[in-house]
């Protein structure tokens, strides 16, 4: 079939099985439906859907909320889950010889998965909630002009400090590394923290720095590391942290504003250097049996229904511009009423690091010297 | 002296403490002050489907894992426990290494291995870790076992026609069960609750500690696996204490005989 | 025999694995090189970090070691007619999953945690000054390592000293030495090979430790195998630089089992 991304090799005898039954149904339903219609029962997917996730998205109970319609549609193909713990670990999988069906990097691998010839581009055509999809982060899960991302959920990387023991000199990204604070902050696990020292530093693009500005900005985050309590991986390790008071200021992300301001007086603070915006993005690995299952799976991901769940659950944004959460504090903190919250001149949308090796290879050694 | 002694048994146990006091707590998180008692953990964790998956994985890898290695730790045995043949002490070495190597390079090196040979990780790669780690303990409590039988029951064999398997047969192996049984739970515990290596070679199918370390990050499970550790706790307290006391008995009257 | 050639496979496959790693430093497209090496040495953060884990596998073995040995004298030679019993006691907290037992820790040693609450109660302490440095900290890694180990190390010195020839302290106390000459002369010296396979048992794998630093150790506390951990696990994988390093860690460990081997011999060696 034409314009499909994504085609089954047939063998000769479908094919010759296939023109009997389009012969036949074409008598009836005209030549180019019967045809797809044949085609789609001999091409059956079959087989529980691999859904290669982040820990902690297959459960979702009760009902497994962000995917019941799928489950519903499809209770024959339930998803099969394993865990990526980073979009590397996902790389070194795929590597080792797992196929999952799709998976879900973060908007700033887009370009790598794209460019890898590990997946394929998804047909917006099958998705029906894909036009309620927030336009900025739909384009960005584009290369070449190919949907190869879906965008489902979202968030800000911004600054949260206890506003009854901090005191921030300005409104900068400088308050992560300031020396009054020593011992009580946390900074994120992430090379995303030399593209944030970059944008404080005033780098002119902090996710491709030249390699003068990376040197001082990985020689600025080894002198200030002494000045962390811990880095964080999972929101937990942050809460955990948090709420003994062993931390006061921390590179969070809005929902952990949410939460801890349910015990304490919390500022969110987005700096003047501007916050980076993160969205996740279901991709789709290329030979998948089941190239029609991932779509309906995304699909029903990207509802509004369990744009809402994910909101009220999991305190991320969602990608469908309808989903809104119960908790008016969170709204405010996605600034979910302005469709533009991710992009400038409100955030800097997250986007491909081209020297990714170099610039993991700086974090581990900004890492070693805490 | 003893003051010293209960202090550190205090130390010991504080732990595990207060582990059996948060499978009992109403919150979530284990944090203090404490919510209130409830048995909803307990009767929780039998649906989890996912953690049930977990245990289970855990328990065939550990199973298959224990008796590979306690068969290997057999036959390693008995050949080093003859006299010195060519290559006996770097043979030794080389089967005890796994004692010296940090898990952290094990788990690499294998993964590497695997890598290079194209498998897949999987529960049969994490079993073949367990396997590497768990030999040289297995040797360890067999070599001194066999050591201790009297050669000449062996050679009384021999003298009567027995060929060396049946030998083993009906000789050595009864003397040594209660040590093959000892060897096995040995191996059978470290597989279970073994985490670093387990983290290199694991496939899609999660094992037990995997799972808990996932659960350590998201919470929301995390009082069920309370739960479940205290019950596997209080479950291999009574095997172990049962084992050792049938070993010793066991021990006691072939020693009689 | 055929049993031989059946149980090869084991060792052979360790030591095909650890050839592997080193292959790995020398992929195709690059071609037999040493860089990563040479990067690990002059790079001055892998190194540093790798003397901060030794340092801190000192402290726990040392710390280990220390407790461990009279807990195991008293169980060895006090006679009790229940040490067995005792030594399963000691054992037994093993049967609980290794990573609860540390999340446990985490319960204890935080600024709203058993020790710090105790303190605020007593008034050593005011309200809002907890001590920090129990937790996430290097501190905290020692600690949690040395709860973790002692019951294992126990277990060594314990068996060593069982098996010392009590006849030994009969006769020292026939020629009328003290109880403390009598351990010095004689108690000491003779269980010193267990002892120091004792401390090899628990220095070792601490070295290459990785989950505990991850759990309590904050940013402090961040040790070699982490770092290894993270080469081959996260950010971008970097297995070249993951093997150097496990390579690096491995050649120390061999080096020094080594010698401490030589150690023993000696020592059994020497006539009582």
Redesign the interface.
């Known amino acids: 079939m034409e314009g499909e991304p994504f085609d089954r090799r047939l063998s000769r005898a479908d094919m010759l099985r296939l023109a009997a039954l389009a012969a036949g149904a074409g008598v009836v339903a005209g030549p180019a439906a019967a045809a797809d219609a044949a085609v789609a029962r001999l091409t059956k997917e079959s087989g529980r859907l691999q859904v290669m996730d982040w820990?902690?998205y297959?459960?979702d109970m009760p009902h497994h909320a962000m995917f019941a319609a799928y489950l519903n549609k499809h209770p024959h193909n339930k998803p099969?889950f394993?865990?990526m713990?980073?979009e590397?670990?996902a790389?070194?999988?795929f590597?080792?010889?797992?196929h999952p069906d799709l998976f879900r990097p973060y908007v700033g691998w887009v370009k790598y998965f794209a460019k890898s010839g590990l997946v394929q581009p998804w047909n917006p055509k099958l998705i029906s909630n894909f036009k309620h999809l927030n336009p900025f982060m739909v384009k960005a899960g584009q290369y070449h002009g190919k949907q190869y991302g879906i965008p489902d959920d979202w968030g800000f990387d911004a600054i949260l400090y206890r506003k009854d023991k901090v005191h921030p000199k300005a409104r900068s990204w400088g308050l992560i590394f300031d020396e009054r604070y020593k011992?009580k902050i946390a900074w994120f696990?992430?090379?995303g923290m030399i593209t944030v020292a970059g944008l404080y530093l005033k780098a002119k693009n902090p996710w491709n720095q030249t390699s003068a500005e990376l040197d001082r900005s990985v020689k600025f985050l080894?002198q200030k590391?002494?000045l962390?309590?811990?880095?964080w991986?999972?929101e937990?390790?942050l809460w955990?942290?948090f709420?003994?008071?062993?931390v006061w200021i921390a590179y969070a992300w809005p929902n952990d504003w949410v939460q801890m301001k349910k015990k304490f007086p919390v500022v969110y603070m987005h700096p003047r250097e501007k916050p980076v915006a993160w969205v996740g993005m279901f991709m789709l690995l290329k030979n998948t049996p089941r190239p029609h299952l991932a779509h309906a799976y995304v699909d029903a991901w990207s509802s509004k229904k369990s744009g809402k769940w994910l909101e009220d659950n999991y305190g991320y944004g969602h990608a469908n511009t309808q989903a809104r959460p119960s908790s008016s504090q969170l709204l405010k903190a996605l600034q979910l009423a302005n469709p533009r919250a991710v992009t400038l001149p409100n955030a800097y949308l997250d986007r491909d690091i081209p020297q990714?090796?170099l610039?993991?290879?700086l974090?581990?050694?900004v890492?070693?010297?805490? | 002296m003893r003051l010293f002694f209960a202090l550190v048994i205090v130390f010991l146990y504080a732990p595990i403490a207060i582990l059996l006091v948060f499978s009992f707590n109403k919150a979530v998180v284990p944090s203090f002050p404490l919510s209130g008692f409830t048995l909803r953990w307990y009767r929780e964790f039998v649906h989890n489907g996912s953690m049930r998956s977990a245990l289970e994985a855990s328990a065939i890898v550990a199973a298959l894992s224990s008796v590979v290695a306690v068969s290997l730790g057999i036959l390693a045995s008995v050949a080093l426990a003859r006299r010195g043949f060519l290559g006996k002490s770097l043979v030794t070495a080389l089967l005890l290494s796994p004692l010296v190597i940090p898990f952290v390079v094990l788990g690499i090196a294998m993964l590497l291995l695997f890598h290079v040979l194209g498998v897949s990780p999987s529960l049969l790669t994490v079993g073949a870790g367990h396997i590497v780690i768990s030999l040289p303990y297995t040797i360890l409590v067999l070599l001194p076992r066999l050591e201790q039988i009297d050669a000449s029951l062996a050679e009384a064999a021999y003298d009567l026609g027995a060929g060396p398997f049946r030998t083993f047969r009906w000789v050595t192996f009864p003397l040594i069960l209660p040590a093959i049984v000892s060897a096995f739970l040995i191996a059978f515990t470290t597989s279970f609750d073994e985490y670093a290596v387990a983290s290199f070679l694991v496939g899609p199918r999660e094992t037990f500690p995997i799972f808990l370390y996932g659960a350590l990050r998201f919470p929301s499970q995390l009082p069920q696996v309370i739960a479940v550790a205290v019950v596997i706790l209080c479950g291999s307290l009574l095997v172990v204490i049962g084992a050792e006391v049938w070993r010793r008995r066991a021990e006691a009257r072939i020693e009689a005989a | 025999m055929s049993w031989l050639v059946l149980f090869f496979v084991v060792p052979i496959a360790i030591v095909g694995a650890y050839s592997v790693d080193v292959f790995v430093l020398f992929p195709g497209p690059h071609g037999f090189t040493i860089a990563p090496w040479r990067t690990f040495f002059s790079h001055g953060d892998y190194f540093p970090l790798f003397v901060k884990s030794i340092e801190m596998s000192l402290s726990v073995s040392a710390v280990v070691v220390a407790l461990a040995y009279p807990l195991a004298y008293y169980l060895a030679l006090s006679g009790t007619r229940r040490k067995y019993v005792l030594l399963l006691i000691l054992i037994a907290p093993f049967l609980t999953s290794y990573l609860l037992r540390v999340l446990a820790w985490k319960v204890i040693l935080g600024s709203q945690g058993v020790i710090n609450t105790f303190f605020f109660w007593t008034g050593l302490r005011a309200e809002g000054h907890p001590l920090s440095f129990l937790l996430y900290s290097r501190f905290a890694v020692v600690l949690v390592l040395g709860y973790v180990w002692l019951p294992f190390v126990a277990l060594p010195i314990f068996v060593t000293l069982e098996s010392l020839d009590r006849r030994l302290l009969e006769a020292a106390s026939d020629l009328y030495a003290s109880r403390l000459q009598a351990f010095l002369r004689i108690t000491l010296p003779l269980s010193l090979p267990g002892v120091v396979a004792a401390f090899l048992f628990v220095f070792i794998p601490t070295v290459g430790e990785f989950v505990t630093p991850s759990l309590v150790g904050g940013t402090s506390g961040y040790m070699y195998g982490n770092q290894i951990v993270d080469l081959f696990q996260t950010g971008f994988p970097d297995w070249e630089t993951g093997a150097v390093l496990a390579l690096f860690l491995l050649a120390v460990i061999l080096a020094l089992t080594l010698v401490f081997v030589r150690f023993l011999r000696v020592g059994e060696a020497r006539p009582t």
Do not use: C, F, M, P
Request: hydrophobic share 35%.
């Open positions: 820990v902690g297959e459960n099969l394993s865990h713990a980073s590397s670990d790389l070194g999988k590597h080792a010889g797992a011992g696990d992430d090379i080894k590391i002494k962390t309590k811990l880095l991986a999972y937990s390790d955990q942290a709420r003994a008071g062993d990714r090796a610039y993991a290879h974090w581990e050694q890492k070693a010297s805490g």
